[in-house]
Nanobody
Framework: QVQVEESGGGLVQAGDSVMLSCVVS?????????MGWFRQVPGKEREEREC???????????YYTDSVKGRFTISRDNAKNTVYLQMNSLKPEDAAVYYC?????????WGQGTQVTVSS
């Protein structure tokens, strides 16, 4: 059974940096699939989660939503079945629950999320 687990969130001050990690277990072909980081703020439904960043299976193609370009970096270590989101220069509007998603041809697998709170 595939499990996706995020970690690394917490309470930080504006301008600080945080690295989120996402470990995928139960999937021996992790390196064949794209991964993504999404975030959800209070009042938004699951379907309204914002796609923050994605990375392809090999790590050489990435996407960022405009609001995080130049501040966030997504990366992956296929040997560790792990994807990372380095978040620098955090702003109060970055506060959200951050979710990791594994995208396969037949299913998407989500983690339980990790809270990032940014104080101004």
């Amino acid at each position: 059974q595939v499990q996706v687990e995020e970690s690394g969130g917490g309470l930080v001050q504006a301008g600080d940096s945080v690295m989120l990690s996402c470990v995928v277990s139960g999937r021996r072909t992790f390196d064949k699939y794209a991964m993504g980081w999404f975030r959800q703020v209070p009042g938004k439904e699951r379907e309204e989660r914002e796609c923050v960043a994605t990375i392809n299976y090999s790590g050489d193609t990435t996407y960022y939503t405009d609001s995080v370009k130049g501040r966030f970096t997504i990366s992956r270590d296929n040997a560790k079945n792990t994807v990372y989101l380095q978040m620098n220069s955090l702003k109060p509007e970055d506060a959200a629950v951050y979710y990791c998603k594994l995208e396969t041809a037949n299913n998407d697998y989500w983690g339980q999320g990790t809270q990032v709170t940014v104080s101004s």
